[in-house]
């Protein structure tokens, strides 16, 4: 069930572009704001032992109600944060930006907290399912039983 939108939720979006934690924090910038928090789930070149050249985030139809739910919660939680995030699905190389998120808020503290529940709960909600390839040229499908 989508919710309704709130002013404090500048975006929540779920799509094949390419995202940078510069387009979250500049849309969550402000005058009252005295702290934005941001962060980026990169793709790295490794999975424990080992090498991994590629990843495909794939999502259910329903991620982007999920996202937007996620977003509206935790802005809820934290009255006063502006809040920006952006999950990206499709084919992606190594160092490409998989999450983006930034949170504005008047203290430090707030936007930290939120940030990380923010990313906390994308991770744990959202239906979005990766497949990693790896240097062996083998596969595997990563967190897909959620």
Not at 16 to 45: K, L, Q, Y
Not at 53 to 75: F, G, N
Request: with cysteine; net charge negative; hydrophobic share 45%.
């Amino acid at each position: 069930m989508a919710t309704e939108p709130t002013p404090h939720v500048l975006f929540a979006r779920v799509d094949d572009t390419p995202i940078t934690v510069d387009e979250c924090t500049d849309a969550v910038a402000d005058a009252t704001a005295g702290a934005v928090v941001s962060f980026a789930g990169v793709v790295r070149n490794h999975d424990e032992d080992r090498g991994v050249t590629w990843l495909r985030y794939s999502a259910h139809p329903s991620a982007q109600t999920v996202l937007e739910e996620v977003a509206h919660e935790v802005a809820l939680a934290h009255p006063g944060c502006r809040i920006a995030a952006a999950h990206r699905v499709g084919d992606l190389g190594i160092g490409d930006v998989a999450l983006a998120c930034a949170v504005a808020s008047a203290h430090r503290a707030e936007a930290f907290a939120a940030c990380a529940a923010l990313v906390d709960e994308i991770k744990a909600r959202v239906p979005i399912w990766k497949e990693q390839g790896f240097t062996d040229g083998s596969t595997e499908w990563v967190a897909a039983l959620r």
